[in-house]
């Protein structure tokens, strides 16, 4: 858990805190939140968007009270795109300055737990660094900004107690856990870094779980059509995943449920749309050519790689890759280098490298590109791309895993841990044009993989 109130305590001496006020929902802002709602079938999930849009507009107002030189972003909400509104409940995709704000309509705050959606929590694309509760008395036609808590505590409290979501994709939070003085809410919005709070990071396994929904939703239409079974009774959690985080599948989802495409439609534009997603991110590319220059791409920071800085060389240096300090990426990767190096391997000094963690099965992976120019032949400008695959630390690569690159179709190299062989990393290094494309694929004795978008090098 972030700690960041022991580093703020002289400014809340000085912070002119008011009591709780409920404030006035104008007949605008309720009209508003019924056009909103309009656009939702379900009619539970209908009664959820308008008194979460009242939610949003009692914020809004709070928030130009209280303190109006935070600026803030509405535009993306979820409110305003009914395909989300439709299947994820509150308001996600609120901007507050450089934070991230998710807002959640209840009613009085004397539950004990509080029930926020796993989707906002779980996953990477509407996590948030504040979840705030707003109290909404739609008879009164008033509502309060009651309380809220940060990420980084509520998956403290996951650990803590080792909290497990509900079947029907909901965490139960204990209230305790809440700050019920929201103007301490606006002292973090003005104070605070954005990276006081991390939130996690996007995965590269979404490609190959996309191409696997495609039949399951296909027969599934005639229930999801309906639209009056909830989600989760229908899909499991790990396919529900990939529907939540596609745009193009809400879209679809939500036109087949308000009847806005016919039925010979249905699953002709399911397939067109899955193939036209899965061909759109696989046509994009981690471009490491940037890393020379320090530099990389939003694209390739959203699928969680980590940019390194430029590594020390020292000639002769006897490091053992296997001896060094895995706590430590860019440690590690010194070492590896110099083992390389010292292997008579040619690394020149301008190489640059990112890494990556992620899980493949049971298996917690570390993954490392270097890249770098090579000397021109005549007019041909070529490239060098190293991958370097070992294991987090604790761990270790498991029996028969296998390191492959493509250059589209052709394998161009591949590695395996041969069995007792004690591997600690598998190494594989190919060269090309500065307009050729190098796919890198991970593979498990068992056949689970993970296929990464193509490394390509635009300097």
């Not at 507050?96 to 796993?118: C, H, S, W, Y």
């Not at 973090?188 to 590269?204: D, F, N, R």
């Amino acid at each position: 858990m972030t700690n960041y109130s022991n580093n703020l305590n002289n400014v809340l001496l000085d912070f002119d805190t008011l009591p709780i006020e409920s404030l006035p929902l104008e007949q605008g802002q309720i009209e508003q939140a019924i056009k909103v709602s309009n656009n939702i079938v379900n009619e539970q999930k209908q009664w959820d968007t308008y008194i979460n849009a009242l939610a949003l507009f009692a914020f809004e107002s709070w928030l130009d009270l209280r303190a109006p030189e935070l600026q803030i972003n509405s535009n993306k909400c979820s409110i305003w795109q009914p395909s989300y509104a439709n299947v994820i409940d509150g308001v996600f995709n609120l901007e507050v300055g450089q934070f991230k704000l998710f807002l959640l309509a209840v009613g009085n705050m004397t539950d004990e737990f509080v029930t926020i959606p796993r989707a906002v929590v779980d996953l990477p694309e509407y996590a948030a660094h504040f979840y705030v509760l707003v109290n909404v008395q739609e008879e009164q036609e008033e509502a309060t900004v009651e309380s809220f808590v940060s990420y980084s505590q509520l998956q403290s409290q996951i650990e803590s107690v080792n909290l497990r979501p509900q079947s029907d994709w909901t965490y139960d939070f204990s209230g305790s856990w809440f700050d019920r003085e929201p103007d301490n809410l606006l002292l973090y919005l003005k104070c605070l870094e954005e990276k006081a709070i991390a939130l996690p990071q996007l995965t590269t396994d979404r490609v190959a779980k996309r191409k696997n929904i495609q039949i399951e939703l296909e027969s599934l239409i005639p229930q999801l059509q309906l639209g009056k079974t909830p989600l989760w009774e229908i899909l499991d959690w790990d396919t529900a995943i990939v529907l939540l985080t596609d745009s193009q599948l809400l879209g679809w989802l939500y036109q087949i449920q308000t009847g806005k495409t016919s039925v010979t439609q249905k699953v002709t534009n399911i397939t067109r749309q899955l193939a036209e997603t899965g061909q759109n991110l696989t046509n994009k590319a981690i471009n490491v050519g940037s890393w020379l220059q320090n530099e990389m791409d939003e694209f390739t920071q959203s699928l969680a790689w980590n940019l390194l800085p430029a590594p020390t060389f020292a000639l002769g240096s006897l490091r053992s890759a296997t001896l060094t300090n895995k706590e430590s990426p860019a440690e590690e990767l010194e070492a590896i280098i110099a083992q390389l190096r010292n292997s008579a391997i040619a690394i020149p000094v301008e190489t640059r490298g990112a890494y990556q963690d992620f899980d493949l099965g049971t298996n917690p992976l570390r993954l490392y590109a270097l890249a770098w120019t090579v000397e021109e032949q005549g007019d041909i400008q070529e490239w060098s791309l190293l991958m370097v695959l070992g294991s987090q630390p604790d761990h270790q690569l498991p029996e028969n895993l296998r390191l492959q690159i493509k250059e589209q179709n052709t394998v161009l190299d591949e590695k395996v841990v041969q069995p007792d062989s004690g591997d600690s990393y598998l190494y594989s290094r190919v060269i090309g044009t500065w307009d050729e494309e190098f796919s890198v694929t991970v593979i498990l004795a068992n056949g689970e993989k993970l296929v990464l978008p193509s490394f390509s090098f635009a300097p």
